[in-house]
């Protein structure tokens, strides 16, 4: 048996799996942010509940939203009280268990890798686009972290200059403190932001789909930029990467145009002689990072 723990800004989810890794039990709670003790006591409750039925057997893998340097101290905008401590050493000191981490994205990527849309390519990469957005890079089933966790944080990254002067797009605050961050544009917020900008008003992402879905023309406009500013950034990842498969999560990836409509408009913007890869939806949709976790935590 294997426990997963899925810690994102809101909500903890806390799945226990098989040996197969499929999910035979899900409990949710809200995260502590404020204050690091209680953090972990949440999480130490939420371990010895489920030992209580299966037994201190079971391994953990916990997913953070976040950076885990190489010195093991983390760093989380959404969970500050998380900022500057080891909570892989903390957690396993606290359940008396070996715990092992690894950021919330390279874990739904790693959740794909083995058994989800991306099982059988040598090599892929899972893209979250939902309150952020971000990547995960896996070789033969196994993720690249880089040296302090930040590999395929490209939601940082500047939008690029062609983008914003072709589109006539303003520069968007960022929640980390800059501007024109390409998370401000392809994320579900970044939608908004799109809507807002063309549509004059403030809409939430599902109903300018909605609307754009109904013809709406500033709706169809927003949308059209949104899909080409994400086509911007699967291409750089294929140039980047060049990976075998791309997979999709977050809950924009529940829109269906995107895998009509993106594979062209990624291939008109690589290179001559260069193919899209196939783009796929996640297989175990909001399950994959819960689930990644527990497969980290499973190697001890």
């Not at 000191?93 to 070996?98: F, G, H, K, S, V």
């Not at 950034?233 to 980047?240: D, F, P, Y």
Request: charged share 20%; hydrophobic share 40%.
């Amino acid at each position: 048996m294997h426990y997963g723990i899925d810690v994102g800004g809101t909500k903890i989810e806390f799945a226990v799996f098989d040996r197969s890794f499929s999910r035979i039990h899900t409990h949710r709670i809200n995260t502590p942010t404020d204050s690091y003790s209680e953090f972990v006591d949440a999480n130490r409750a939420l371990i010895q509940s489920a030992d209580d039925e299966y037994g201190d057997h079971c391994t953990v893998g916990l997913g953070l939203a976040g950076i885990v340097d190489q010195n093991g101290k983390s760093f989380s905008t959404n969970v500050p009280c998380l900022n500057g401590h080891h909570v892989q050493a903390d957690l396993s000191l606290a359940i008396d268990r070996n715990v092992r981490c690894i950021n919330d994205v390279r874990a739904f990527a790693l959740s794909e890798a083995r058994g989800g849309a991306a099982e059988g390519f040598p090599t892929m990469v899972g893209v979250i686009l939902g309150t952020g957005a971000a990547s995960g890079f896996c070789r033969n089933g196994v993720p690249r972290l880089g040296a302090d966790g930040i590999a395929g944080e490209w939601g940082h990254i500047p939008i690029p200059a062609t983008v914003v002067a072709e589109h006539g797009l303003p520069l968007f605050d960022c929640t980390c403190g800059k501007q024109g961050c390409i998370e401000t544009y392809v994320s579900g917020p970044g939608l908004a932001n799109l809507a807002r900008h063309y549509m004059g008003e403030e809409v939430r992402p599902a109903d300018c789909i909605a609307r754009m879905r109904k013809g709406e023309v500033s709706a169809v406009r927003a949308f059209e930029v949104w899909v080409d500013c994400i086509a911007h950034v699967i291409s750089q990842l294929v140039l980047h990467n060049n990976p075998h498969v791309i997979v999709i999560g977050g809950g924009m990836s529940k829109v269906e145009e995107l895998y009509t409509l993106l594979p062209d408009a990624v291939d008109a913007l690589l290179l001559h002689g260069v193919s899209p890869p196939p783009i796929r939806r996640a297989v175990f949709g909001d399950d994959s990072g819960v689930r990644g976790a527990a497969i980290v935590g499973s190697v001890v």
